[in-house]
């Protein structure tokens, strides 16, 4: 069984959009909202917070539509299109309301755009597992993180080239390269995948339906269905009940631990991230876009650095590239604190940020699910987002705070706080650590599970 190289890229075409826009989100939306409508610091880091409040609720509830959703297009394929043509028509809102000074009309659209994000991101996420055979998903997953960054980094460009720092800076340019971007991906998407069709042969490959079965399974797609068209359900259901035991003591003390850590480290890292295109402005005296070129620097080290974190992972544990990882963030924010304005030396800095952010997060979530059953699997992974997800909605209110209360100069030591907090919490997991296999390709070191 040998994966589909071009089918994935097609389907990774979501996942690219995606990632094109979130990277234009983070790093344009702050600007306007304080330099256009000239709002303090802890509203900005309100707002900014919005998509992640709105993620809580619209991930699960969006995931869960489509996968009970039945139409001849497929269960995914209809959401992605739908919410794509929503999220662009929005979204070409906001440089109009920011050029007409229009804060009602911008935030109004803002609003509107985060639920039409909301409403193909975990469909869009899905279509992968829905069309690749399991064995395969690995590499899939490599595939498709890979086209998330190339996203990130077209975006990056964008706001390098075309933003000009020539007194008030229009945006449009901008959101209109991300647009483009985003409707091309989903018109090819349209017109290369069958969902319906390649789920049906999916469902043949991975033997869970008979090829009468698959095709019934793919008219009625729904996972529930499939097991009932196979007689399996129950059997799972029993099998997943049996899985579920109460963690020892120990354990329950090194699962609150790494909790706490993935908690303590999105503070620190999602602070500077939502920040950074004002901190490089105001502090570093940078001008346009040529912010974006650090935040180049720290995606093109990432991807650099997923191949050397696993065999680092596989050599010595997950636990101590964790470690590792938090350090090199460290170091770097430290660093950044002593910079009165840019120099290009900043730039290591953040070769060493992208990295060590690379080693945290393909570690992490591997690390919580390996101390449940295998009937527990899903509420592990869903106590990891709630504590991912809760810092990234409070982060970017509390340093905003700081950075207007105190000063812009505070954003790299509050980093630094939250990270070696991170450190010493970490520092105090005894399970759920194990040296992962070493990869059978140099393509699945970029499978980032979380």
């Known amino acids: 069984m ?15 959009s995606i990632s094109a826009f979130w990277q234009m989100y983070d790093n344009i939306i702050p600007l306007i909202l304080q330099g256009t409508f000239h709002l303090n610091e802890t509203v900005t880091g309100m707002i900014m917070a919005a998509d992640n409040v709105l993620a809580v609720f619209l991930l699960p509830l969006l995931g869960s539509l489509s996968d009970k959703a ?20 929005f979204m070409m809102l906001l440089p109009l309301a920011d050029n007409l000074g229009n804060l009602g009309l911008f935030v109004g659209s803002l609003l509107f755009l985060l639920i039409a994000m909301g409403l193909y991101r975990s469909p869009a996420v899905a279509l992968m597992p829905d069309l690749t055979p399991k064995p395969l ?14 996203g990130g980094v077209y975006t990056l460009i964008l706001i390098s080239v075309l933003l000009k720092d ?22 090819v998407l349209i017109c290369t995948i069958r969902e319906k069709k390649l789920a049906a042969e999916v469902l043949i490959e991975d033997g869970d339906a008979e090829p009468e079965a698959a095709v019934s399974a793919a008219e009625a797609h729904t996972a529930e269905g499939s097991a009932v068209k196979t007689g399996e359900l129950g059997s799972l259901k029993e099998s997943a009940a049996a899985g579920r035991t109460r963690l020892a003591p120990e354990v329950r003390r090194s699962l609150v631990m790494i909790l706490l850590s993935i908690f303590l480290w999105f503070m620190a890292y999602n602070a500077v991230t939502t920040a950074f295109s004002r901190y490089a402005r105001v502090v570093w005296g940078m001008a346009g876009g040529g912010f974006a070129n650090c935040l180049m620097v720290a995606t093109v080290a990432a991807i650099i650095g997923y191949i050397p974190i696993g065999i680092i992972s596989a050599k010595f544990g997950r636990k101590v590239c964790i470690l590792g990882g938090l350090m090199l963030m460290f170091i770097s924010f430290f660093a950044a604190i002593f910079f009165q304005e840019f120099h290009p030396a900043i730039n290591i800095g953040f070769v060493l940020i992208g990295m060590g952010w690379a080693a945290v997060s393909v570690n ?47 954003l790299f030591p509050y980093a630094c706080v939250f990270t070696a907090l991170a450190m010493v919490t970490m520092s105090m997991v005894r399970h759920g ?18």
């Open 364 to 410: 992490s979530l591997p690390m919580v699910v390996e101390m449940c059953k295998a009937g527990d699997v899903g509420k592990y992974t869903g106590l990891y987002y709630t504590f991912s997800m809760s810092a990234q909605i409070l982060t970017p209110i509390l340093s905003g705070a700081f950075l207007q209360y105190v000063s812009y100069r505070t």
């Open 2 to 16: 040998k994966l589909n190289y071009k089918r994935t890229f097609f389907i990774g075409l979501a996942f690219l």
């Open 166 to 187: 020539d007194g008030k800076p229009d945006y449009t340019p901008v959101f209109l390269g991300v647009a483009f971007i985003m409707v091309l991906a989903v018109v």
């Open 70 to 89: 039945d139409t001849r297009f497929g269960r995914r394929t209809p959401f992605i299109v739908v919410g794509t043509a929503l999220a662009v028509a």
């Open 433 to 450: 650590d194990n040296k992962p296999e070493r990869k059978k390709n140099l393509l699945e070191n970029f499978d980032i599970e979380d």
């Open 137 to 150: 998903r690995s590499q899939a997953n490599a595939i498709i993180n890979l086209m998330g960054a190339v």
